[in-house]
Nanobody, 125 residues
Framework: VQLQASGGGLVQAGGSLRLSCAVSGGTFRGSSVGWFRQPPGKEREFVLSITWSGISADYADSVKGRFTISRDNAKNTLYLQMNSLKPEDTAVYYC???????????????????WGQGTQVTVSS
């Protein structure tokens, strides 16, 4: 299973971006998918996690109300819609899939089995 994250770029504060996380060599079915980010000079941090069923979701307080997630089953792709972006959202964003989570969401990066390569999001003030 390989994950491919894309869609990052440079945007002004208040703007929007949509990140994609596509899976190849397998499917997201049965997994929980997480987004994490690593701001410059800081450690990786949790953004959100959602079960593939969509029944459970967990968002970091810093992104609640601004970030939403959607998916395209036919394309095996998850989308992270980021609105009202702030300079503090600047980071490399990673998507990850966890197949051992048993239908639960998780904020723990080490509970995810597969990771995308990361996509840079830069928000200018």
């Amino acid at each position: 299973v390989q994950l491919q994250a894309s869609g990052g770029g440079l945007v002004q504060a208040g703007g929007s971006l949509r990140l994609s996380c596509a899976v190849s060599g397998g499917t997201f079915r049965g997994s929980s998918v997480g987004w994490f980010r690593q701001p410059p000079g800081k450690e990786r941090e949790f953004v959100l996690s959602i079960t593939w069923s969509g029944i459970s979701a967990d968002y970091a307080d810093s992104v609640k109300g601004r970030f939403t997630i959607s998916r395209d089953n036919a394309k095996n792709t998850l989308y992270l819609q980021m609105n009202s972006l702030k300079p503090e959202d600047t980071a490399v964003y990673y998507c990850a899939a966890g197949f051992q989570l048993g239908g639960y969401v998780s904020r723990k990066y080490y509970e995810y089995d597969y990771w995308g390569q990361g996509t840079q999001v830069t928000v200018s003030s």
